[in-house]
């Protein structure tokens, strides 16, 4: 058995790096050699978890198929948010909990999927069906990725089984999870030091909805003013990103991680689909606000979905 | 929460049907409302087996959007070996030991996907991690389907989990799998029994490889002379479904289950691309004989996968 690189989606969130962490040391324990590594650099939210748990961040590649002839994908399955070369390897295992979409393969693979609010939940799980411990420090991880994925159990994506594994990790970790949660949290919304194209790109996903490529963006904050102070050059960095790569629609989601809302910045073509998707008309500023709303999984990307092929 | 539909491939076999018995079974223990139902009527092996355990076979249905909004599938993902209506209902679980193709989904599912023999061997490990007793008369089914999909634990798909599995329910079904499951194979293999289409299409499944629409079917035997003195008639046959249905290539797979060996028939275009898939010519009678090869899913549709792609 050669080796296996282990990696989340690009751009990656705590999760995305947290998961291929978790998942790799699960793997090297069940007898395989894997190494996790990471399309991009941690964010600001996810250095601080990995300082806070004396971590390392995993190794950045642009490709894979010039190291390994086989990959583990978690947090994603969609080959346009994986790495660029996904279509050279195959990939014996998949870990997730996203829709399916465009992900093909020649031969069965090991694949376990659960609509759950974090993918760092469902390795939990799996540590537990195995009967492995869990280091303090990764667990710690793991915790901060499920903070991360539902906004500190507040999102509509959070289930049982996402308190259940918080509840057990922090005391695996020995973290105050409320306190430590919203530290986190705030430590990935200092956004006077994240560029324009930080904010509307460094968390953004791809989407192909009925022939349209939807870019969609989301950036947390305490206070959506410190965002749209800046729109006319988040709109600039958008339009821009568009014409560079083809997108249709470039969908902007600030969350206020305070509140629970969010408002919808749209650029490009399509605005009568998002409109249809929200029953919201947008305003001059080409905004709309959905309160409420703080899921790009569970409540952006479906009603698009449905108001693209509707 | 609604009432749920569970099912496998159109022909089903053994694995099919019993799997939607046995994950309904597992989920309604778990709290959800479900029912196993099927694409099509029981083969004779499965027939055998359903009567040694004393079970019915479940509803056929031809669609099922009338009585649904949900479903779970079992034993397939690719959506043209699936219900017709397909693309009317949500898909919320799917158990498979298939490779994934175009199969998408609009919301996150549960799903665990394993690269074993047989599907009826994961949900016995669903059983086990679950805690949950499987019945003695079920256990006997999912024996059946596992000594079915395997060829009593001779086919290159076999895992350990299947030869695991297939002790643990021997002993819970009361049963010597060895000598059940070779009468059980040969109750299959009556083909004095079937019809020239039952041979050819009963087990049948359609492949997309490339943009060419490749239907194989496969059919077991304790003598492929009792196939082939039927060619001629087989072949009408396959060609009369391949101008129905406008298939490119059909190609049945005759196994000797008593040796382990198949001849390949071949009807249609793209021979140059079976042939190149297995290394081999086609003889005058439009066959090639292969060796060791029982598994359409591991030792067909790879290479050919392959030779179409490549």
């Known amino acids: 058995m050669s080796k296996e690189l282990v990696f989340g989606h690009q751009n990656p969130d705590t999760d995305a790096i947290t998961a291929a962490m978790a998942f790799s040391y699960l793997q090297n324990q069940l007898g395989y050699e894997t190494e996790a590594v990471a399309l991009g650099e941690p964010n600001d939210e996810t250095k601080y978890a990995l300082k806070h748990f004396d971590m390392e961040a995993p190794r950045v590649v642009k490709t894979v198929a010039n190291e390994?002839?086989?990959?583990?994908?978690?947090?994603?399955?969609?080959?346009?948010?994986?790495?660029?070369?996904?279509?050279?390897?195959?990939?014996?295992?998949?870990?997730?909990?996203?829709?399916?979409?465009n992900f093909n393969t020649a031969q069965p693979l090991w694949a376990t999927v659960r609509p759950y609010g974090c993918v760092s939940t469902v390795i939990y799980e799996l540590f537990e069906s195995k009967h492995i411990d869990i280091p303090a420090d990764l667990a710690g991880m793991m915790l901060s990725a499920i903070i991360s994925d539902t906004l500190l159990l507040k999102s509509p994506t959070t289930t049982d089984h996402d308190r259940e594994a918080v509840k057990a990790l922090a005391k695996i970790a020995d973290v105050d999870y409320e306190d430590y949660g919203i530290k986190?949290?705030?430590?990935?919304?200092?956004?006077?030091?994240?560029?324009?194209n930080d904010i509307v790109d460094g968390d953004a996903k791809s989407f192909e909805l009925n022939g349209s490529t939807v870019r969609i963006g989301q950036v947390n904050t305490v206070d959506l003013d410190d965002v749209f102070a800046r729109q006319a050059d988040l709109e600039k960095e958008m339009q821009s990103l568009m014409d560079q790569n083809g997108y249709d629609t470039f969908i902007l989601i600030a969350t206020n991680i305070l509140n629970s809302?969010?408002?919808?910045?749209?650029?490009?073509?399509?605005?009568?689909?998002?409109?249809?998707?929200f029953g919201k008309k947008l305003n001059d500023a080409h905004r709309m606000n959905l309160p409420g709303v703080v899921s790009r999984k569970k409540q952006v990307v479906p009603p698009l979905t449905d108001a693209f092929e509707g």
Do not use: C, F, Y
């Not at 086989?70 to 997730?96: A, F, G």
């Not at 986190?184 to 324009?196: F, I, P, R, V």
């Not at 919808?264 to 409109?275: I, S």
């Open 184 to 196: 986190m949290l705030k430590a990935g919304t200092n956004l006077d030091a994240k560029s324009d």
């Open 261 to 277: 809302d969010s408002d919808l910045l749209v650029v490009g073509g399509n605005t009568d689909k998002v409109e249809k998707a």
């Open 68 to 101: 390994v002839d086989q990959v583990m994908l978690v947090d994603h399955n969609e080959p346009q948010q994986s790495v660029s070369d996904i279509d050279k390897v195959q990939v014996t295992h998949l870990v997730d909990h996203h829709r399916i979409a």
